[in-house]
């Protein structure tokens, strides 16, 4: 479209009356300028609205930038006024502007007018927030009363009245209408799907906007923090849950980047729920590779098509759909294996409580020291949060091992296979378990915690023989905790507990490992008095 189809929603006087007539059409990247030529309206120009907005901000005061591009992406309801300072042939001047949505052929312009303020006067053609306020709470009551008469009879005589009258007032006043169709619209949206944009460029969000706005919900943030917030309040503190379906995310960001809302999906089974799309500028291979390791949906590097991310986001939002309907089906379809399995489970915590209760409790103490004398070694409080509840199944396997074999001194050769089975059985009596929490961390460090728990560093561990850092740093400490815990049981002192342990540096634990061990000694002692103390109760 050249911008000429345009010309007849604009009137000869709105152009004697400012400086400046735009419109603009966020969605296909183009703003079209308007001037009186021999007493016509004619289109002066277009260009691209992003490359028009670069220019602006060069322009346009600090203080006003943002309110100003949030109006001229579109970001406000009907009819808004500002404003702003700008530098115009080196001297800043204050300008007016009032800026309009328009629907023409199923697409929305923004209609922009602007003038400095000694031209315009904006206060007598703008709406002050009070009006604003008021027509949208008459327009929310109005839609009342149409819902409470559409309940009743409609053949009523005072239905018939009251509607008429509701008619009457909407039809003539445009605003007002307009106002009721926006609550309509709110209301009809409950339920609906809901997309987040996540992006400090306030441009690319309104993009993203303005594109999805009307086949979902779209919330919004500028960082990683505020993403994370909202996502936080809305699975764990809302009343109403919103029902996320996508995510798009940028990297680069202040305050917290794409890297930490992409760790807090991880962490809370979010990352495999629906599909979340990175949108980023160039990224290095070191960077991508590590985007990718988290599982997303796809990353998209600006600027992007449109177009294609319609198709793209849809068809992802429909296969993860189908995906999670499909495990979905799987667990119903298994109740009854479910209800056996979830037996076990509370027995295995039953009857293993001062066992879970020292494991758990050893392993969260040495990992938060590990975390104090090596800050780079991965872990985190939330992930060391994990390791605590995830140590607590690490023998859940031994449940499915014979007594006689469990309790025998000395196995034969097949015995002894029955025996080591337990780490392997454990794991997949673990990954049933947990296979519909949300949690996958959870999962991933109880499935691993159970079957590796028996590995030791110079590899001469069951039941797959790891060494050095194939082990998972996690299930080292659980294996650390899980032996001193056999210790202690055995009615070893403290003292002997430390000794054995240490002497096994290089073959069952790192050197590291053992020496943020010599570092906690006197709190693993403080545990073994605590539950000497519970158990002698």
């Not at 949906?297 to 309907?325: G, Q, T």
């Not at 059985?425 to 109880?446: F, H, S």
């Amino acid at each position: 479209m050249s911008g000429n189809e345009y010309i007849n929603l604009i009137g000869e006087n709105l152009l004697k009356s400012f400086d400046n007539v735009y419109l603009i059409d966020v969605i296909k990247d183009t703003i079209y300028n308007y001037n009186i030529e021999d007493n016509y309206v004619k289109l002066k120009g277009s260009e691209s609205f992003l490359g028009f907005l670069d220019k602006e901000k060069l322009l346009v005061s600090e203080e006003s930038i943002d309110n100003y591009t949030n109006v001229l992406s579109g970001n406000f309801e009907d009819v808004v006024s500002m404003t702003y300072k700008k530098n115009d042939n080196y001297v800043t001047s204050e300008f007016c502007l009032i800026a309009k949505k328009l629907n023409y052929e199923n697409s929305e312009l923004i209609f922009v007018m602007n003038s400095r303020s000694t031209n315009l006067s904006v206060s007598n053609n703008g709406l002050s927030d009070e009006e604003k306020r008021v027509i949208g709470d008459i327009s929310n009551v109005i839609l009342k009363i149409y819902n409470a008469i559409d309940a009743d009879d409609k053949e009523n005589s005072g239905y018939v009245y009251i509607r008429g009258l509701l008619e009457d007032l909407t039809s003539s006043h445009e605003i007002l209408s307009s106002k009721l169709e926006k609550s309509i619209y709110n209301e009809a949206s409950k339920g609906k799907n809901s997309l987040l944009i996540v992006d400090d460029d306030i441009i690319t969000r309104n993009i993203l906007k303005k594109a999805f706005e009307n086949d979902f919900n779209i919330e919004t943030a500028s960082n990683g923090k505020e993403a994370i917030e909202l996502l936080d309040n809305n699975y764990k503190n809302s009343s109403e849950v919103l029902n996320f379906v996508g995510i798009f995310l940028d990297i680069a960001m202040p305050v917290l980047d794409g890297f930490a809302v992409l760790e807090y999906l991880k962490n809370n089974g979010l990352i495999n729920a629906m599909p979340v799309i990175i949108i980023s500028a160039a990224e290095d291979k070191e960077t991508r590779q590590r985007v990718y390791s988290y599982n997303i949906a796809d990353m998209l590097e600006k600027p992007f098509n449109l177009e294609i991310i319609r198709l793209r986001i849809n068809s992802f939002i429909n296969l993860y759909k189908n995906s999670n309907n499909l495990t979905n089906l799987i667990i119903n379809k298994d109740k009854d294996v479910n209800q056996i399995l979830k037996v076990i489970e509370e027995s295995y915590f039953y009857d293993n409580k001062e066992v879970i209760y020292l494991v758990s409790n050893y392993a969260k103490i040495l990992a938060t020291k590990y975390l104090e004398e090596y800050p780079s070694c991965g872990l985190n409080p939330s992930l060391i949060n994990k390791l605590y509840e995830a140590s607590k199944y690490f023998n859940i396997g031994k449940c499915l091992v014979p007594d006689k074999v469990k309790h025998k001194q000395d196995l034969g050769v097949e015995e002894e296979s029955m025996y080591h089975a337990h780490a392997t059985n454990g794991a997949i009596l673990v990954k049933r378990l947990l296979m519909n929490t949300n949690d996958n961390m959870l999962a991933e460090y109880a499935y691993n915690i159970a079957l590796s728990h028996h590995e030791n560093y110079d590899g001469s561990g069951y039941p797959n023989r790891l060494s050095g850092n194939n082990i998972p740093l996690y299930v080292q400490i659980a294996s650390l905790a899980i032996m001193y815990k056999k210790y202690y049981l055995e009615k070893l002192n403290h003292e002997t507990i430390a000794a054995n342990i240490i002497g096994l540096e290089g073959k069952c634990f790192s050197s590291e490992l053992i020496n943020v061990f010599r570092e906690v000694l006197s709190e693993f002692s403080r545990v073994s008095d605590e539950n000497d103390k519970e158990v002698n109760q």
